[in-house]
């Protein structure tokens, strides 16, 4: 059940930090992990989307982090900055440095897959210490102009314009009625999220800002896995895939019967993709 406004899923090993201005979850299975997972979670929404898919990972030698990004959510925006993709980045990147994270990948959905792309850029270095690999799902570089505003517009605080909304990210809209509880939960941040959706429009959103982030597929220097949802009804799939298969670091997988929340509709075959592209069968120890 859902109680004192905490989300419905499941957080069993997981262990809530709030500290020096950072909101996340972490699940740290090691001293020394292979990789360590940074999930950015997209607009709009908290890291809670990415509890049970996060948890799928705990078997292997890697430690899980679930940030929240500031104006989403638990946490406010900072008081002297303005709400910016450069903002929301720097605060992911300042994540890492406080946490002293290397062989990091960052796990992207939507909007924050777009500001993992320009973390790896203001990380990178040439032996990729600090970010190993980037896996971007349904990355919104190019959502089109007419949706996005749609979008921006819609009133969050409403539960019937919220459900509407939700329908997009589904292709099979049964899935909607099994995570009603938490798509009508996340009107509890809906009010807040809708003050900083606006400061950002029009902070940020500005052709500008969009012309940077279709940049940003040619820009990625780390080997890159971009998950794409094959009836995403969001984002622009062919434009998305021409544009970042010119890049040679990156390969993309798609999941069929599938809409613009592949963790969530698909965890399994989402997995399953992640797992060998972290860690190749061709790899793996026959006992």
Same mark, same amino acid.
């Given at each position: ?38 999930? +950015? ?9 990415? $509890? ?18 500031? !104006?989403? !959510? ?45 973390? $790896? ?9 600090? &970010?190993?690999? /980037? ?23 409403? %539960? ?68 794409? !949802? ?5 984002? %622009? /799939?062919?434009?998305?895939?021409? +544009? ?14 599938? !809409? ?24 793996? &120890?026959?006992?």
């Amino acid at each position: 059940m859902l109680t004192n406004n905490n989300i419905l899923y499941n957080k069993v090993d997981m262990i809530k930090h709030e500290e020096r201005g950072f909101s996340y979850w972490e699940l740290k299975k090691t001293n020394e992990p292979t990789y360590n997972l940074v999930f +950015v979670h997209s607009f709009a929404t908290t890291s809670d989307y990415f $509890s049970d898919f996060a948890q799928k990972f705990e078997e292997k030698k890697y430690n899980s982090y679930l940030l929240d990004l500031p !104006g989403f !959510g638990r946490l406010n925006p900072p008081m002297y900055k303005p709400m910016s993709l450069g903002m929301l980045a720097e605060h992911v990147c300042s994540f890492i440095r406080y946490n002293n994270l290397t062989n990091v990948v960052l796990i992207g959905h939507s909007y924050g897959a777009i500001i993992c792309q320009y973390v $790896s850029f203001l990380l990178h270095d040439n032996n990729n210490r600090i &970010i190993a690999k /980037n896996i971007l799902i349904d990355p919104a570089n190019f959502i089109p102009f007419k949706r996005m505003f749609r979008l921006m517009r819609t009133e969050l605080t409403d %539960e019937v314009a919220l459900l509407n909304l939700s329908k997009q990210m589904y292709y099979d809209q049964t899935k909607i009625n099994q995570d009603i509880e938490f798509i009508l939960m996340q009107c509890i941040y809906q009010e807040e999220i809708s003050k900083n959706m606006k400061a950002l429009k029009k902070n940020d959103l500005k052709f500008k800002t969009i012309r940077f982030a279709r940049k940003l597929p040619s820009m990625l220097k780390q080997s890159t896995l971009v998950i794409l !949802g094959d009836n995403d009804q969001i984002i %622009e /799939n062919k434009k998305t895939i021409h +544009v970042f298969q010119k890049n040679p670091f990156v390969s993309i997988k798609k999941i069929e019967a599938c !809409g613009h929340i592949p963790f969530v509709e698909k965890p399994k075959e989402t997995f399953d993709i992640i797992d060998e592209y972290l860690y190749p069968a061709k790899a793996k &120890i026959e006992f």
